[in-house]
């Protein structure tokens, strides 16, 4: 699994972080239970703070794309059903400006809704 970030780029790093892992999943890169890397390991191998991985790892659990538990690390949860790719990315970013905003999800989900 290669997980890749911009450090050039505005984007905070975690959100880069989310986005990639999200998209790993999406891709297959990363499957189903599969285990990733300590905080500490992937900090070490992305040139980041152990903080920015723990950020963007407690993102994607409260989302559902990970399990997250103290001295185990973090397990990959089945995806969401796949997505075409320009749809997908436009999620993301849509997901990465709402929690710039402090939009919920269910206030996203809510004004979807509203939208048809």
Do not use: C, F, W
Not at 13 to 19: D, G, T, W
């Amino acid at each position: 699994m290669l997980l890749t970030i911009d450090h050039g780029d505005t984007t905070p790093l975690y959100e880069q972080l989310a986005v990639a892992v999200r998209q790993a999943l999406a891709e297959g890169a990363i499957v189903d239970g599969e285990r990733l890397p300590s905080a500490r390991e992937l900090a070490d191998q992305l040139d980041v703070n152990m903080h920015t991985v723990l950020r963007a790892y407690s993102v994607l659990s409260e989302e559902g794309v990970l399990k997250v538990r103290r001295g185990r690390g973090a397990v990959a949860v089945a995806p969401r059903p796949a997505l075409p790719p320009p749809v997908a990315q436009a999620l993301d970013r849509l997901l990465s400006v709402a929690d710039r905003h402090h939009v919920g999800r269910d206030q996203i989900v809510n004004a979807l809704k509203g939208a048809t």
